[in-house]
T-cell receptor, first 113, second 111 residues
């Protein structure tokens, strides 16, 4: 079956703009979580959605938001982009959303200029 | 706060040698500990996991050990091969419902 699909693969934005990233989970998976990956900070948890509800949130400012649709597809949005938002944004899906057996997409590489 | 520390940050071994990566977690209520392998240009991939009620788990050349008292768990790779070269991440699932990752170990296996 198809894996986790993230679009776009690469994105270049300028400071102050906003961006929306998309994630299509594995069919049947109801949980989608998002992570920010940077060389200095590693993998940091952004938020997790299960059946359209945000169940958990990491320590990121309110500029970072997300949502999940009824088909389990998820989007995350970053408003008022800052240079420090440059990172690889990874989406992961799982069946139960209890941290087990996460399947990651290849990520969206965001560069903020 | 919730934290996972991982060591070493880089590890270089000769093909056929063993590699060991160690992690320590802060939340004593953590109950699930996966290990992920990330190759260049790809997302992390689960390679092995262990629950808190088990002390050791093995899958072919890969094994994980857990010491709940010390809040410490380790990944052991035996008979390393060049294709084992990648970045490895440990993680702990906290009582607060978050999967917290270590900083990663870049493993290089030299032929």
């Amino acid at each position: 079956k198809a894996g986790v699909t993230q679009t776009p693969r690469y994105l270049i934005k300028t400071r102050g703009q906003q961006v929306t990233l998309s994630c299509s989970p594995i069919s049947g998976h109801r949980s989608v979580s998002w992570y920010q990956q940077t060389p200095g900070q590693g993998l940091q948890f952004l938020f997790e959605y299960f059946s359209e509800t945000q169940r958990n949130k990491g320590n990121f400012p309110g500029r970072f938001s997300g949502r999940q649709f009824s088909n389990s597809r998820s989007e995350m949005n970053v408003s008022t982009l800052e240079l420090g938002d440059s990172a690889l944004y990874l989406c992961a899906s799982s069946l139960r959303g209890d941290g087990e057996k996460l399947f990651f997409g290849s990520g969206t590489q965001l560069s903020v200029l | 706060g919730e934290n996972v520390e991982q060591h070493p940050s880089t590890l270089s071994v000769q093909e056929g040698d063993s590699a060991v990566i160690k992690c320590t977690y802060s939340d004593s209520a953590s109950n699930y500990f996966p290990w992920y392998k990330q190759e260049l240009g790809k997302g992390p991939q689960l390679i092995i996991d262990i629950r808190s009620n088990v002390g050791e788990k093995k899958d072919q050349r890969i094994a994980v050990t857990l010491n709940k008292t010390a809040k410490h768990f380790s990944l052991h790779i035996t008979e390393t091969q060049p294709e084992d070269s990648a970045v490895y991440f440990c993680a702990a699932y906290t009582q607060g419902g978050k999967l917290i990752f270590g900083q990663g170990t870049e493993l290089s296996v030299k032929p």
